[in-house]
């Protein structure tokens, strides 16, 4: 090669690197910023928001880990403006050394957070109830009967051993002199029945499925309250008593057969002489048994018991079921998991207001070998004929209807075709709805086209998400709820606030942590129960599968995106089954932390000046080139 064409291959060269020097480089991805809205954070096993991160690509998986949490606990998807909201709650004092990565662009960034102690929540109100996992001791019994506002206690009667889902399977306090022995202390007892749970496809945890035929799921419910009556005579608590079915939180899809079952149960209830209870969580088992009362041939339970672990002592105002629905027999279970001690004797619980059938054991009467006739309910009436309630006392034998079921044991008082529970009016058969009182206000015309939320997208149709500005008419779980009003995003079952994957339908409320020997607690910190809003009586057998458990964890975080729209809530605590309750402590403290990225970008600025140098040298040799030949010319 001559010396013309190495210098000109020389120049191509500087001019290739000038260009390269030369051309904008793209910014750097902008450090994550974490602001705390609670730091120290309150232990008082209430879920709140934590704060916000910021900085991600809209859209990218977000990844939550720490040590304390066994590694990876919670992944999410960053909103529209690379945001992702976070949720905490905790049980006692813990410091968390928390990572945040975004799967997509490789930022990460952590920040510590500390759990401060709480003081205790108060009081539960005298005449409330509680349920535990296991039976305490009849002589522990007696000191709460004396030192504790509980008069009433949930037991996990006996189940079948093929189907048992309780967490305690033994109970080994729990016998037919126990229950006698706390009903002469002045005890009231709630028969807690733990059986076939949702279909494995919908599931929130580890449990012994009913069918998904509903068919075969409503044999399973006949089978199961032959199952409980059997266990609670056992026990010696008679006919005319109520037995509780606890439903846990479940995933849409199953409804049908869930329904098929608890309609079974509550007719092979009856039918056994005993009142029907049925617990759950307000998003799946009370939604799916409100919006089905007055179906025809559906029997409703006679009482319901609602999970939402929201902190407030109130039987009503829990939306879900509406106040209409099963007056004077329901209980709330206001406040899951908290550690109480009264003179001395120390139990985790969860507390409950009641205004509902309770169980008053008593003998079990048995007829009469002669006339083949009894009075199991005591009340001056021989059974079966002529008494026209057979389990419950009715000496005056009141049938409104005449139908031959005394009112007392009549799903229907008035004969109006609609049940006592869904009956504004049960003892009238003309009144089935609330009067109106007032005048119903003039009609304002509708315009042809509304937009309420000033979106651009016309409401009620198309816009899914009527109030709230919604321009993309986001809908994963394409329900016709957007989601930024939806309360179910990715319409797994599980509420978005007790959902660590909000927008993902295969991971719901949050696995439970196993804490080292070293960071083991001896008594376990308080928290709130899920998917569901749970009770103590659950499987605590560690996750394996993308859906977690949904026990309790010692301290747990729950990263959700909060609805704007009051809508059917089970805000659970990361387990099932929990609602967030409000915020029971003082004023959040703002608090915002920004942490520069660990990355390469610190290289950019060297290379760029070092291709510059060099752009200049390349100049410099092509100006001496050009000054060389044009030396060399011949004229």
């Known amino acids: 090669m001559n010396t013309g064409s190495q210098r000109l291959l020389v120049l191509i060269a ?44 809209p859209g990218e998986t977000v990844e939550f880990s720490a ?111 126990w229950i006698s022995q706390i009903h002469a202390d002045g005890w009231s007892i709630i028969p807690i029945y733990v059986g076939f749970q949702a279909p494995d496809q919908c599931a929130t945890a580890r449990f012994e499925g009913l069918s998904a035929d509903p068919a075969t799921a409503r044999n399973q419910g006949f089978a199961s309250a032959t199952d409980a009556v059997d266990s609670v005579s056992r026990l010696g608590i008679g006919p005319g008593n109520p037995i509780y079915y606890d439903m846990e939180a479940y995933r849409p899809g199953c409804a049908e057969a869930v ?26 088992t009370m939604w799916d048994l409100s919006r089905t009362i007055g179906r025809p041939g559906f029997d409703a339970p006679d009482a319901v018991w609602v999970a939402t672990g929201n902190g407030q002592p109130d039987n009503y105002g829990l939306e879900i079921p509406s106040d209409d629905l099963w007056t004077n027999a329901r209980i709330h279970q206001y406040r899951l998991n908290v550690t109480r001690t009264y003179g001395g004797v120390t139990r985790e619980i969860d507390e409950n207001t009641v205004n509902a059938p309770l169980a008053r054991p008593g003998p079990v009467v048995t007829p009469d070998p002669v006339t083949n006739t009894s009075d199991v309910d005591g009340d001056g009436v021989t059974d079966p004929e002529p008494d026209n309630c057979d389990a419950i006392a009715n000496p005056d034998q009141a049938d409104l209807d005449n139908d031959g079921d005394g009112d007392v044991c009549d799903i229907d008082i008035d004969g109006d075709g609609v049940d006592n529970a869904a009956d504004f009016a049960p003892s009238d058969p003309t009144i089935t709805t609330a009067p109106v009182t007032a005048p119903a206000p003039t009609p304002v015309p509708t315009p042809t086209v509304s937009d309420v939320d000033g979106d651009g997208i016309a409401d009620p149709e198309p816009d ?20 930024v009003c939806d309360i179910d995003i990715d319409g797994d079952g599980v509420p978005n606030e007790a959902d660590q994957e909000p927008r993902d339908p295969l991971i719901g409320a949050l696995p439970t942590p196993t804490p080292s020997p070293a960071e083991a607690d001896p008594t376990p910190a308080p928290t709130p129960e899920s998917a569901r809003e749970p009770t103590d009586d659950q499987p605590t057998e560690p996750a ?62 060297g290379v760029i000046v070092g291709l510059s140098l060099f752009s200049f040298f390349c100049a410099g040799m092509g100006v001496r080139s050009f000054r060389r030949n044009r030396g060399s010319v011949t004229l």
């Open 14 to 57: 500087c001019a290739i690197t000038g260009i390269v020097a030369l051309t904008p480089v793209a910014s750097a991805q902008q450090p994550l910023q974490v602001q705390l809205f609670e730091n120290p954070f309150v232990c008082d096993v209430i879920v709140r928001p934590l704060g916000i991160v910021s900085g991600f690509i």
């Open 464 to 483: 899914n998400c009527d109030l709230i500005a919604n321009p993309d008419q986001a809908d994963v779980d394409s329900d016709g709820d957007g989601d």
């Open 67 to 177: 040590p304390e949490l066994n590694g990876v606990f919670s992944r999410r998807v960053a909103d529209n403006s690379g945001r992702v909201e976070m949720r905490w709650n905790c049980g006692s004092p813990q410091t968390w050394a928390v990572t945040v990565r975004g799967l997509g662009s490789g930022t990460s960034t952590s920040f510590t957070l500390t759990g401060s102690a709480a003081p205790p929540p108060p009081d539960a109100p005298v005449g409330a109830a509680f349920d535990a996992r296991s039976a305490m001791t009849a002589s522990q019994m007696a000191v709460w009967k004396d030192f504790s506002p509980f008069t009433a206690v949930g037991v996990y009667i006996g189940v079948n051993s093929s189907w048992d889902n309780r967490a305690d399977k033994i109970q080994s306090n729990l016998t037919a002199p």
């Open 259 to 284: 329904l098929a079952f608890l309609d079974a149960w509550t007719e092979g209830i009856h039918s056994a002489g005993y009142v029907s209870g049925v617990y759950g969580s307000r998003s799946s």
């Open 544 to 605: 394996s599968t993308p859906i977690p458990d949904v026990r309790p964890t010692p301290q747990v975080i729950v990263l959700a995106t909060p609805t704007a729209v009051a809508t059917p809530n089970t805000l659970a605590p990361p387990t099932a089954q929990a609602v967030a309750a409000p915020d029971e402590g003082g004023e959040l403290l703002a608090e915002t932390v920004t942490i520069m990225l660990e990355d390469e970008s610190t290289l950019l600025p």
